[in-house]
């Protein structure tokens, strides 16, 4: 069924930077179903009023004039709405929904992922309250999979009321972290920062990539800076008016580096994910650009130097530059090993996701490699080179069908000792755990005819735990690593190893296309223990950890200000530590 | 032999703990000295005032007549306010003989956000108090409204919003509240001895004693720092305020139906979510806990120290601003309770792994724990067994819970002099 919904182009103050543009635009899902509310098979919005509690009566759905086509009661209304229109419970309901909606066929689009999107514990629907209180926040919220937006005063002279539901960009980073969490849960129980760092910049980039989808706003933020972003602030700046007087609350175009010698104002030394989020979105967001302008001059051709030239192929560069990001952001997250990962981790997982993609297109790899360096995310930029396109005997004889749909196939490859060696997993080791194994097929747009070429693969993902020492504790960390092997369908050959594995004698045969690599993981793997002990002691030390029990309500529910502490025989691990991504912002 | 004795009352849920011992004075006379630090219990776990008169009719033996030197009330807890009044209202009052007439005291310390006009002079702290206070007011909107359904609260929660509740007459067949207490406490000294205390507060002549020193280690003088927002967690309650038209003047709990298409198992899960009243009052009780005055007392070279019911937050604070030292007598923070005790890094410098000396170490639990009690009156993982393990692995564990109602237990100390 087809619907046609409206949606916030920005948020209610774009009007006072741009008069002249509507803040809202038309937007047309198909859907199994909607019902009022709206609801849909995986989203549902629910209103409760603020002030009671009572669940507001949802938008109305009526029956369109044309067979399939469904509408809201007053959506023609809405539509156009005006002014103190965008406050009304129904306006905001739709407008809520239709963003999460946008936000997710961004990725589900063939290009993007390839394949179907769930939610993080296999929860059917995600439930969205648009009016959730009056406080300056707005979170996704794991164990109730839901998504709640907030009001606060906007603090200017006005008695306006900041709805960051009407937000496009704070419903679509909300619900970018619902979608990480489905595709790479293990973010959410990260045991570093970085990967709450990484969950936070990819819903500060989905919130991005979002905008940038928006025709008109492309179209006009484009047309005020000359078809150049490099100083621009138009689309890198997060949440708008969230600190009041329209001040955001991040902004992607940043310096921001882990290198210790940097500028005081951009060295990031922080465990605070916030902070440190900065760090691989800016990078990210500078690779945008680079793929942006690079595409720009091919656009132009001859008339390269010409400004006019340059300002009219901009819209065009600039859609071609976030599917490009999109397509590494999200399937990199798909290849990203299981367990705790870091930034370089992530950063091999798109190099491999784009090497897979567009095997000669080096150059944009070579960028990103130096952008990653220059940030001090890598010592060099060999350590983010990643094995691809091999072939391993034991995939030769396997129907790769059976390994991703029978449990006893997958378990009983990764029994072979050679396999093992492939997957990284120590002899040392002895329970794994593999992975529901995806099936994908992606659409790759080959640059020279302009064509798609469909790519079907299946990635393949084990995981273990592994155990170390903490400095300033008689107990040891318990955290799980683990390997990812994306296979093509029909040949059986890997396309991409990546894993996090601590690196031995026995499992470094296939990891690294560089002998090189060895000292410098070595090294990364010391910093990586640092920062798993930082970031245990930044938690414990605000009391923020709870264990067992503890960290329950008497309803047996987790407690929302704190993060579950498991302990088993003396091996402590975090669980669920991604509520650190709504807690510390609210202080 | 110069002897110090700490007495610790089995008072069920809560503290009473008398401190004896004799110094001399400006004269060079040898003096007996007295500290009684709070007296309280918590009304539903135990349940019962009853263990007062006795506690403090042995308190008026010991001091024979003469007036307890120091009154501490380390913060506004009903676990640690109750006592006094109580003991009052059942016994003495009823004898004719007022407890106030009866407990002379020389000087009474509370803690120093206790001081009725604390908060007009502390504008940061009142800010993030007032945040708290305004969600104690709305849980208690919904507590109320759910104790009427069948389902009723959990006892957890029933608890906590209790032992949190400032103003209203809830104690002693609903007669008394913890303000009612803290003022019968307020009023033991004479006005010009009576002092709201902090780190960094000037004690200069607010106490009797001579040889005896007493650091005050906690709490800071603002207690902004003791009310994080990140704490206090977003709620809907769902409660429905009683209106013109409804039959009950009290407020009622809304019930609603998922809508068509929302997975119903789902949408009560939400609900249950945000109704966080459990996480809010446990951000209330914990703020309220680290304001408790923590105080090292120097005796003869021992250092024994006295934490109310501290937690992480307060034993953080204290690390750094470089206060922590090594001691010989811990009054285990907070009924041994996991975020009682500090951290192994902060907790080595109060009481470390390794013996530093041949000096005695000893500590002190006062609790109230399953075994033996009724399942439904108790806290649930109150005492911590690892935290409670840990203090006894350091020295020498006095559980006062196990002794009978009303009665203690005395731990001594004795110095060469």
Redesign the interface.
Known sequence: MKIRIPIMIQDPSITTRYPELDPIEGFDPVED?F???P??EQI?I?D?SPE????VK?AKIVKGKKRGNYRSAKIEDLRKAKGNEVYEPEFLQVSTFATILKTMYMLKDEHILGRSITWANG???L?V?PR??K?R?AFY?R????L?F?MFPSGDDSERMVYTCLYRDVVSHETGHALVDGIAPDLFDAQNPDGLAMHEAIADLTALMTAIGSHNLRRIVLDKNDGKLDNSTDFSTIADDWRGKFKSLRDLNNEKSLDPSSPKENYVKDTECHARCEVLGGALYNVLLEIFEDKKKTLAGPEKNDPKTMHSVSGGALVFASDRLKQMIFRALDYLAPGDVSFADFGRAIVAVDTVAYPKDQQIRDFIKQEFRRRYIVKDVIALEVSTFFDHEDLKGIKVSNLVGSDWAAYNFVSQPSARSLLCIPTTVKAVEVLPRLDVTKKTTDAETNEDVVSHECIFKVGWDEEEDTP???KKRRFKVGTTLAIEWETGKILALLTNAPQDETNTKYRYPNEKQFSLIDEEQRKRRESRNEFYDYL????LI?????AL???G?E???FIHGEDLDGKIRLRGSGKMLH??E?? | MAKLRIRAYNVLFGDAILISFSEKDEKGSDVNRNILIDVGNLSRIGGSSEVFPPVIENILEVLSGNPLDLYIMTHEHMDHVKGLLSANNMLFKKKGEPLSEKLKTRYTWLTGSAEKNYYEKHPDAKKKKLAFDEAYKRIDGYINAAKATPEGIPKTIDNLWLNNNYSEKLLLDNSTSTADCVDYIRSLSLPENTFYVYRGFDLGDHHPFGEAKIEIWAPEEDTSDYYPAHRLAPMALGVTNPSEESKTDRPTLTEILPPAGVYAGAFYRLLRTRRRCYDNLLAIDKAANNTSIVFCLEWHGLKLLFTGDAEEDSWEIMNNKGVLKQVNFLKTSHHGSVNGTPKDRILEKILPKVKPDDKPRKSLLSTYPEIGNKKEEVYDNVPDGATVDIIRERSELYEVHKKNPGEYLDIIFEVEE
């Open positions: 179903y019902l009022d509310g609801v849909s549902a629910l409760f009671t509690g009572e669940l949802g929860s059917p629907q439930l309250i959730a209180g406080e926040n919220h164990d109730s999979n839901s709640q907030f300033n504790s008689s414990d030390n605000r009391g709870k264990f067992g029990k503890n309500d008497p309803e529910l407690l929302f200000s807690m510390m609210r202080e």
